[in-house]
């Protein structure tokens, strides 16, 4: 059986990817494209490629994100795309801690009957689990940017976020007819999409938003298999190691979690943006994982 190994998300200017990219459980490495970068992306790209693992990077398609930030008390937020959905509906902010009820839709802006009491900032998801909501267009501007430098330096291999029918990736491959996907499974409809076992894409179960959108949250279990037995070489990303990515000792739930996830038969597993921010979270999760990999 294939050893299983890990996907680390790296922080554009982190000094210390060298010594992440050396761990011996690493097997790839993940850009989050939302990140700011500083200077040309090319040159940003062309560092990250240079660690001796496989860059992915992780765009963004029909994913609902702050567009501006909004400042409580508000009642409206401008979102990435736009949409269509009828209302009254909710919306949520924070991973799922906050919801809100949306009574209106105009274009790209959701009007709120009372907002998030914090500062929600550009690049935040937002989750709107209904059945009818409809996102306008599959790349933003920044995908485009993305995908086009990192053809022009020979590199191939992107995330994509919120996958829900076959068009979707259709639309990286138009950019880069070279192009290897991974498709994020993070909607009910990108769950019945993967159950087709979509051609020559690999899969991903993207837990943290895939958990947010289902109708009961222990369907969540059925999911994790389904997306297997569609593709016996997907992902499993979010959530992993999550006492350590808020300053925290491992814990049970860490380290059970991690076990069970592996007992299904994932083979490869993606440590998201949190944990990854510092050195000391990010080795740690690596050496947790190694020590439950090893038993």
């Known amino acids: 059986m294939t050893r299983p190994g890990v996907i680390v998300t790296v922080p554009p200017h982190a000094t210390f990817l060298e010594e992440v990219a050396a761990h011996p459980l690493v097997v790839g490495l993940r850009l989050n494209t939302v990140m700011p970068v500083r200077g040309p992306l090319e040159a940003v790209l062309e560092r990250l490629a240079g660690l001796g693992r496989p860059l992915w990077l992780d765009l963004k398609g029909r994913q609902l994100r702050v567009a501006e930030p909004a400042v409580p008390p508000f009642t409206a937020v401008r979102l990435s795309h736009r949409v269509r959905l009828r209302t009254p509906a909710v919306a949520l902010f924070g991973n799922g801690r906050e919801a809100a009820r949306v009574l209106e839709v105009d274009g790209d802006r959701l009007l709120l009957e009372d907002g998030p009491r914090r500062v929600v900032g550009p690049g935040e998801s937002v989750n709107i689990p209904a059945a009818d909501l409809e996102v306008e ?9 993305v995908v086009r430098g990192a053809r022009a330096l020979g590199l191939h291999d992107y995330m994509l976020s919120f996958v829900e029918q076959a068009a979707d990736v259709d639309a ?29 894409v690999r899969l991903m179960a993207a837990r943290g938003d895939l958990y947010l959108e289902l109708a009961r949250p222990h369907h969540v279990l059925r999911a994790l298999k389904d997306v297997l037995a569609a593709d016996p070489e997907a992902i499993v990303a979010s959530r992993l190691c999550d006492s350590l990515a808020r300053g925290l000792e491992p814990s049970c739930q860490d380290i059970t979690d991690a076990a069970y996830v592996l007992s299904l038969g994932y083979r490869t597993l993606l440590l998201g943006d949190e944990v ?20």
């Open 172 to 200: 990286v491959r138009a950019l880069d007819p070279d192009a290897r996907v991974v498709a994020k499974v993070e909607s009910q409809r990108g769950l019945a999409l993967a159950r087709e076992r979509l051609p020559g």
């Open 137 to 145: 267009g599959v790349l933003t501007a920044r995908d485009e940017e």
């Open 276 to 295: 990854c921010l510092r050195r000391e979270s990010v080795l740690s999760a690596l050496n947790l994982l190694e020590a439950v990999v090893e038993g």
